[in-house]
């Protein structure tokens, strides 16, 4: 199948390529990940998902079909949400940055390409790719380290998993082009005074995040074929959704966090 702009996040493209989206969606929780493979589940659109594509659209020279394919972003009268006029602040900010916007200009943006990781095809989309970088735009709401609680504080692009989806990109762009490209975050925030921050992520952290993506990919290729059934994680938005009861639970199991799970396997 031939990728465009127009097919590139189609049910068919999703079922023909794994993607960093999938991926992230496949290490969160197989079943949701196989049903929005399948068209059959969609994350809601956050508010925080739209203004970061709303920015995204607009470096991409796509604000007119953005704002049409998101009607949810205008008030009743027709107007921008104030959450859309702050992220048109945002703009204004990073294009007043000669050094950060100069991350931004000269390259291809939104180039997609397709290239294969562990025996698995993949497709990226990049923001911007240039002849010696690829970079990577992220509105956030600050720059905070965040607390995981099975990593303890990590700073917001491992917390997001920006990393990995650089390995990928630098791997695919690498087979595409024949070099190694070094991956670069241009972040921006949403706080009331926006701040701005440009992050080479290091060539040994990428270098981690492609093996162990390598060791994931072939299961979860696995599993998206239907050889293995896809477990469900029991705690997210798709696993509620679609969770049966088959029993009462306990009055201890309330106090931990996994006694959905519980109910589904007793
Ligand atoms: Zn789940």
């Given at each position: 199948m031939i990728l465009t702009a127009e097919n590139y996040h189609s049910i068919e493209a999703n079922k023909a390529y794994m993607s960093v989206s999938q991926l992230k969606a496949f290490d969160e929780c197989e079943a949701a990940a196989i049903a929005q493979v399948n068209g059959l589940y969609r994350n809601t659109k956050t508010t925080s998902l739209l203004v970061g594509g709303y920015v995204d659209a607009f470096f991409a020279g796509e604000l007119e079909q953005y704002k049409e394919e998101n009607p949810?972003?205008?008030c009743k009268n027709g107007t921008l949400r104030a959450e859309y006029k702050k992220a048109d602040l945002i703009i204004e900010r990073i294009q007043s940055d000669d050094y950060f916007y100069s991350f931004m200009v000269g390259g291809e943006i939104q180039p997609i390409m397709t290239g294969t990781i562990a025996g698995v095809e993949f497709k990226i989309k990049i923001d911007f790719l240039h002849d010696d970088k690829i970079v990577d735009l992220k509105i956030m709401k600050d720059f905070a380290p965040i607390y995981l609680p099975n990593r303890g504080r990590v700073n917001f692009i491992e917390a997001w998993h920006y990393d990995l989806q650089g390995a990928i990109y630098q791997e695919i762009v690498r087979q595409n082009i024949g070099k190694r490209l070094p991956f670069y975050i241009n972040a921006a925030t949403k706080e009331d005074e926006t701040d701005l921050a440009n992050i080479p992520v290091p060539q040994e952290v990428l270098d981690f995040e492609l093996e162990s993506a390598i060791e994931r990919i072939p299961y979860y290729h696995a599993v998206k074929t239907g050889v293995f059934e896809p477990e469900r994680c029991g705690v997210c938005n798709y696993c509620k959704r679609t969770k049966k009861l088959t029993g009462s639970v306990t009055w201890?199991?309330?106090?931990?966090?996994d006694f959905s799970k519980d109910v589904e396997e007793r």
């Open positions: 949810e972003i205008f201890d199991s309330l106090c931990n966090n």
